[in-house]
């Protein structure tokens, strides 16, 4: 009999289970969700009204005032403002279907206006005609009635017989009690609803301490630190979010309404309050909110010019708020990605309807944040978060396997905005090309695939070719590039410029510097790197194929004016093998010093006596410093440590 292990090799077995386990949690929590709505909306709202109303609590507190008359103050007067503006919303609305009709006059004469200033063509003619035929042929046949003798009845008494005798059924008028409950039971719900937000909202607000010590103590008070992280940092981001969003949709709505005023759109006060609400669902909330007094242009004014400004307005208030004031204000708080904000708006609006679309994103932001700090919920962060899934390093690598040097050159592009050329080498493509080289030790790439990494890499480069290698101070347009900027923490010291004139005898041939590949594909993509910094710093140096220093080949290697050969290597877990490429190198070029690259190398220390190199280096930026102060009449060569950037160290054999 099989067992699980023989079905399901390397643990497939557990995985399906859990991912099983997890789909079914899924699907109690989402119809737990949809069937106490009644329960859980209150209780979202309450909870998000106090991450609001707590700063104004606390500001109350500083001035010492007690906690219980600071959270009664501020509940009362949030509610007040609430309530004031659901008095007016009702208010307009009853003004809006008091004009409805007179409008009516209007939509119907510019529907006509319409349909007389186009053409009628040949189809049109032509539907015209089988609609006539249609309805001809479908009349229903009339038999003319047949007439007997002169002893018909008379016409009188046959009406007579056949006249109905009107009945007319009158309910009894209502009571006093029917007509109160009646008027009442409409507000019940949402009163009840208001009142537990209330009662919810004071409780939060006077228990806030002794909630966030039981949130901890069921998130594990083993681990303090990442719990307190975690609570303080949804705390804050929410608090944060709801306070600038809320001043700023306020102010967004302000504008509307003043604007649609003075454009003369009935009921703008409404329309402004809508579109400060709706403003809190990212990128589609304002054009839903656009289409109501859009529509009402229409059918207010027989022309056409108010429509015209309406839209203007609208669009031109929301392109400078989104895309100016909102990103200097708060940036990218929310830290939900556009498709997130799509997809936690049609999900919590299919659950809860309105209010769901209204809660939408900081319930989501709430996911997104337990996602950063719970690693059973990384699945939040990673699929609704806006912080790149994939590192700046692993991006590059997944491109150069998917055969696409086109969008590592375009990603390459946007991080040379901000910084140099070297530190791109450095942070993204040697990294890149150092988890290749783990897949190849654990035998996940072959030959062909190697093969088209290198010259993925060499397309790239020559795409690169025209950057210059120099620090640039521009921002960051994604957030890829923002990913990639802040992965590459410690800015590279830049790089001299050497003039090939002013170089040593021994320098002064077009490409000294030799860069050979120690074994693999990788190790020479590795090398075209190398080399293009070098060239771009005025130190000319050309590659060898991985191929011309492999057996008998290497007595065919032309040395003809090299001065330090470059030992390209990804791989530092064989010390031996580079040993031998170093004695094959000193026969074959005995003038040449010899610097081995063991790039991202954390053996490095130990290898300085085992490679038998000039010099060892682990970083793009230590290798080239070391060729350019080589080249240079003042170079100190012989130093057993030269401090380099990013904390790597290059290692200079006595």
């Known amino acids: 009999m099989k067992t699980d292990a023989t079905l399901y090799p390397d643990g497939a077995g557990a995985r399906a289970g859990r991912a099983l386990s997890t789909a079914i949690i899924a699907a109690l929590v989402i119809t737990g969700l949809y069937v106490g709505r009644e329960i859980f909306v209150p209780i979202a709202l309450a909870i998000l009204l106090s991450f609001v109303l707590a700063p104004p609590v606390d500001f109350l507190e500083r001035w010492h005032l007690p906690r219980a008359a600071a959270v009664p103050i501020v509940v009362i007067v949030a509610f007040l403002v609430l309530f004031g503006l659901g008095s007016v919303i009702v208010s307009q609305v009853t003004q809006l279907a008091e004009r409805l009709p007179a409008y009516q006059v209007t939509m119907h004469q510019k529907i006509l206006s319409l349909k007389s200033a186009t053409t009628a063509g040949p189809l049109e003619r032509a539907a015209d005609i089988l609609q006539g035929l ?22 009188e008494a046959e009406a007579e017989a056949v006249r109905p005798i009107p009945v007319e059924v009158r309910p009894p008028p209502p009571t006093a009690l029917e007509s109160i409950t009646s008027l009442i039971a409409p507000l019940l719900h949402p009163l009840a609803t208001v009142g537990v937000v209330i009662i919810f ?45 809320l001043g700023l ?6 504008v509307i309404g003043l604007g649609l005023w003075v454009v003369g759109v009935p009921s703008a006060i409404l329309w402004g309050i809508l579109a400060g609400i709706m403003r809190f669902v990212p990128y589609i909330g304002a054009f839903i909110a656009a289409f109501f007094p859009l529509t009402l242009s229409i059918a207010v004014d027989p022309g056409w010019s108010m429509l015209i400004w309406t839209a203007v307005l609208i669009l031109s208030t929301e392109l400078i708020v989104g895309h100016i004031i909102e990103p200097m204000l708060f940036g990218h708080s929310s830290g939900l990605s556009p498709f997130a904000v799509v997809v936690s708006a049609t999900f919590w609006t299919a659950l809860w309807g309105p209010i769901g679309l209204v809660l939408a994103t900081p319930l989501t932001v709430c996911l997104v944040v337990l996602g950063r700090h719970v690693d059973r919920l990384k699945f939040f962060d990673i699929l609704l978060g806006d912080r790149p899934a994939l590192s700046p ?43 290749a080289q783990n897949d190849v030790l654990r035998e996940r790439l072959d030959a062909k695939q190697l093969a088209e990494i290198r010259d993925n890499v060499a397309e790239l480069i020559e795409d690169l070719s025209d950057e ?44 000294p510097v030799l860069c050979v590949a120690e074994r693999s594909d990788l190790d ?8 293009q910094v070098l060239t771009k710093h005025g130190l000319g140096a050309r590659v060898a194929k991985k191929g011309d220093v492999a057996g008998p080949a290497i007595f065919r290697l032309d040395g003809e004016g090299v001065a330090l050969v470059c030992v390209s290597a990804l791989d530092d877990s064989s010390p031996a093998h580079t040993r031998y490429v170093v004695r094959r190198l000193r026969r074959k070029l005995p003038q040449a010093k010899i610097l081995v690259c063991y790039w991202m190398g954390e053996n490095s220390a130990a290898m300085d006596e085992a490679v038998r190199a000039d010099a060892v280096a682990t970083t793009l930026s230590a290798a080239a410093q070391y060729c350019l102060d080589l080249a240079q009449p003042s170079a100190k060569a012989g130093k057993d440590k030269t401090p380099t950037a990013h904390g790597a160290t290059l290692r200079v054999a006595g």
């Open 134 to 155: 249609g309805k001809e042929l479908n009349r229903p046949e009339t038999k003319a009635p047949t007439r007997g003798p002169s002893t018909a009845p008379a016409p």
């Open 468 to 511: 210059a290698d120099t620090r640039r101070t521009g921002d960051a347009q994604d957030a890829e590039t923002e990913a990639a900027i802040d992965y590459a923490a410690m800015p590279m010291p830049e790089l001299p410029f050497l003039i090939k004139e002013g170089l040593p005898q021994g320098w002064q041939a077009e490409q």
């Open 201 to 245: 909202v004071v409780f939060i607000l006077f228990q806030r301490e002794d909630l966030r010590n039981r949130l901890i103590k069921l998130a594990g008070s083993h681990d303090l630190q990442k719990t307190t992280s975690a609570i303080d940092d949804a705390a804050s981001r929410l608090s944060s979010l709801f306070l600038s969003q």
């Open 393 to 435: 390093p692993e991006i590059f690598y997944q491109r150069m396997l998917a055969d696409d040097p086109a969008e590592a050159v375009e990603k390459a592009e946007k991080f040379l905005k901000e910084r140099s050329l070297s530190e791109y080498y450095e942070d993204v493509a040697l990294r890149g090309l150092k988890l």
């Open 524 to 531: 020479e993509a590795a090398a075209l790197i190398l080399a």
């Open 249 to 254: 949709n306020t102010a967004f709505g302000v």
